[in-house]
Nanobody
Framework: QVQLVESGGGLVQPGGSLRLSCAAS????????MGWYRQAPGKGRELVAT???????NYADSVKGRFTISRDNAKNTVYLQMNSLKPEDTAVYYC??????????WGKGTLVTVSS
């Protein structure tokens, strides 16, 4: 089993920045990829960014150039640096980790609110 704990969410003004963290614990070995997803009010969950064990990254078009996903393997932590935040970025952000498509883990989410 893998446990994921997100942190770093909160209220930020448009144009501001936040860094989300996701700390993994438990059976953290052999995790092929980790990523961030988000769910805005009234919308479905969407992919924000992913990073594989090899370091390859993928971003949603809506966040390209503004968000950066990274990881610190020594700390078993993945980060999402969010810059130039927009009100449209307001959502609950969930950390995800997977071994395969059929073996995935989710954090409880952290709320990011972008508002004046």
């Amino acid at each position: 089993q893998v446990q994921l704990v997100e942190s770093g969410g909160g209220l930020v003004q448009p144009g501001g920045s936040l860094r989300l963290s996701c700390a993994a614990s438990g059976s953290i070995f052999s995790l092929n990829a980790m990523g961030w997803y988000r769910q805005a009010p009234g919308k479905g969950r969407e992919l924000v960014a992913t990073i594989t064990s090899g370091g390859s990254t993928n971003y949603a078009d809506s966040v390209k150039g503004r968000f950066t996903i990274s990881r610190d393997n020594a700390k078993n932590t993945v980060y999402l640096q969010m810059n130039s935040l927009k009100p449209e970025d307001t959502a609950v952000y969930y950390c995800n980790a997977r071994r395969t498509l059929s073996i995935q883990y989710w954090g409880k989410g952290t709320l990011v609110t972008v508002s004046s």
